[in-house]
């Protein structure tokens, strides 16, 4: 029992017994094993940062590699889908079809709610020009919203954009994944531009292609940019709307069907919120005669007007209400303006 007690006592101390009695100090080897701990955390010092460093130079350049094919991809699938746009282009040229477009202001509950009616047949050439007549007077009963060229212009070629290929080199497209649209299997592809100039229309948004025949059947987004100007010492707000159009398949050609818009308005003066339906319906596999028929003013004209678009305070307080009135009633087809907000579009 004394015995090992001692031994215990040497082995606390750190000291043990060879068995012939000589004792050996154990701090020798903990000596030893610092020795050797020091000098292997010197040796990863020296090749651990050499290897992380080819390990992310190996993976960067594989991102880099794969972030290269995404982009080829998605150009060729841009490409691709063009393509099949011109070829839709070109099929309109060879339909009639009759545009309804119907604008409504909704204020605040208890007040009176405006709107804008208009129908026009439209054709197109074989260049591409476009040829419309109107289906009796536009009607109109807004108070607060003003219509405006650039209303319009988007009316005409924002809202049923065809994405050819002479349009891409004013745009910057962007694969965003797939998505299932109406049962079919789509791409989808984020549209914005790459610059613009004054006086320039285009499309900022979110367009859907179908992975069969690669056509365009859905696309979302806004019409930019908004303009602001000042008119008499007044400040001009020109506002466009979040909206999305719907296409349909017609003889292997897919057309728009109806665009749809429901947004609010931040004007300084007060939002306002105000819906857009527009329906196209195609009304003969060939175009009607060109005598019933007169060619469209230049795209910075409004529709019906004979002189320049001018850009007005769409905004009009109770003062300035009369000669709204009178605006109203001397340039009836002006266009409007909706902020982008998320779309309510069905």
């Known amino acids: 029992m004394l015995s090992g007690g001692v031994g215990g006592a040497k082995r ?34 020296a090749i651990v940062p050499a ?12 991102v880099s590699s794969a972030g290269a094919a995404r982009a080829g991809a998605a150009a060729e699938l841009t490409r691709r889908v063009a393509e099949r746009e011109s070829a839709n282009a070109e099929a309109r040229g060879h339909y009639a079809y009759r545009q309804e477009v119907l604008i409504e202001e909704l204020p605040g509950r208890g007040q009176p709610a405006g709107r804008y009616q208009e129908t026009r047949d439209v054709i197109f050439s ?17 108070r607060q919203l003003q219509l405006t060229a650039e209303d319009f212009d988007d009316i005409r070629n924002i809202q049923p954009i065809l994405l050819t290929p002479e349009l891409l080199p004013r ?46 059947v859905r696309l979302e987004g806004q019409a930019v940019p908004p303009v602001y100007a000042r008119v008499g010492g007044q400040l001009s707000e020109n506002l466009f709307p979040h909206f999305a159009t719907t296409r349909t398949e017609l003889d292997g050609h897919w057309f728009p069907t109806l665009t749809l818009a429901d947004d609010t308005l931040p004007f300084r ?30 795209s910075n004209r409004p529709c019906g007007h004979a002189g320049p678009g001018i850009h007005t305070n769409k905004w009009m307080r109770t003062g300035l ?23 309510r579009c069905g």
Request: proline share 4%; charged share 25%.
């Open 12 to 45: 606390q101390t750190g000291q043990a017994d060879d068995g012939d009695g000589d004792q050996i100090r154990l701090g020798h080897f903990r000596d030893a094993g610092s020795a050797g701990r020091a000098r292997w955390a010197h040796l990863l010092h």
């Open 269 to 298: 003066a007060g939002a306002l919120r105000v819906r857009m339906t527009i329906r196209y319906k195609t009304t003969s596999a060939s175009a009607p005669s060109r005598r019933s028929l007169t060619k469209s003013r230049s």
């Open 321 to 343: 209400r009369a000669s709204s009135n009178r605006a109203n009633a001397r340039d009836s087809a002006r266009g409007y303006r909706l902020p982008r907000r998320p779309s």
């Open 51 to 62: 290897i992380v460093h080819a390990i992310v130079h190996v993976n960067l350049s594989a």
């Open 171 to 216: 745009y910057e497209v962007r694969y965003r994944g797939d998505e299932t649209v109406n049962g079919r299997d789509c791409w989808v592809l984020q549209v914005r531009p790459k610059q613009i100039l004054q006086g320039m229309r285009l499309f900022d948004g979110t367009l859907w292609a179908e992975k069969k025949g690669l056509n365009i």
């Open 126 to 142: 074989p260049l591409g020009e476009r040829t419309e007549r109107s289906v009796g007077p536009p009607q109109s009963t807004l």
